[in-house]
């Protein structure tokens, strides 16, 4: 993969949207029964019973979903150096099998390192929306991102 | 399995230690191949000339065995009915193929809620440590726990 964005191609308010991702009920009982393993996430009985009315995806699940959707549509291709964490996460709306989430990124702020002049610091809102359009998670996630070479 | 805690069982203040989990290679990279597949969590040849020197678990895998830790530890036996979201979320030190991570549970607050009176919100603060104890993830997290039946 060819890195094409570094730091200052990181301007505030400048937009990417994502392809979609189809949850399939199979995908969701995957995860959950690994990492998430409450019943109304891996129990479609017992989610049927709870305030849910049926399997919802767990949070986790849509986080890592909402992850590989910003790689895929422009993460692989930023010199991205990890990330020292998140700010927040929102689980708005319930994610069902059928759903399709497609994302939505947005910086909100990008500055130069003060300890690490190589690098900056790029703040970023990723919105998850299904196909009605409802907003469904919200991230406000912090990236490291290599400054453009010069010459 | 039997609900055992309810929210007047998470006093601010109790601790719950989990298990530990060890994180394999392989593991690493299935995760990373299906959610993040940065070249730092999934080429171990390009992860040795990273800023990393070699493979390291996605940010999001380390959160979702933080979730399977707690669920063994409590959630799966607590009155939960989900979340509406994560305060803040820091990635300290690199998880790396080999670690054993366990984490901490502490309750920063519990309150019961205003609109729905059966429910309560509780904050809580999970940490995780590696095998050399050091804290290796912090995360804010907020549930939602039914009150005990009375009766």
């Known amino acids: 993969m060819i890195t094409r964005f570094y730091l200052e191609d990181f ?6 949207e994502t392809a979609g991702h189809l949850f399939t009920e199979e995908e969701i009982l995957r995860f959950a ?8 996430h891996t129990d479609p009985d017992a989610a ?11 949070g986790w699940h849509t986080c ?3 992850m590989r959707l910003m790689c895929d549509a422009y993460l692989l291709e930023s010199a991205g150096m990890g990330s020292p964490g998140v700010e927040e996460i929102r689980w708005l709306l319930p994610v069902r099998p059928g759903d399709t989430l497609r994302g939505k990124r947005t910086v909100l702020s990008a500055r130069v390192s003060g300890s690490k ?8 809102h ?3 929306f299904n196909q009605r359009d409802e907003l469904v998670v919200s991230v406000r ?9 010069l010459g």
Chains 1, 2 share one sequence.
């Open 64 to 66: 890592s979903v909402m």
């Open 11 to 16: 301007e505030p308010g400048a937009v990417v």
């Open 33 to 40: 029964r690994d990492f998430d393993p409450q019943s109304h």
């Open 48 to 58: 049927r019973a709870s305030i849910y009315g049926g399997i919802i995806a767990s």
């Open 141 to 149: 996630s912090i990236a490291f991102v290599k400054r453009r070479p």
């Open 126 to 128: 990723w919105e998850g």
């Open 117 to 124: 002049p190589d690098r900056g610091i790029v703040k970023m």
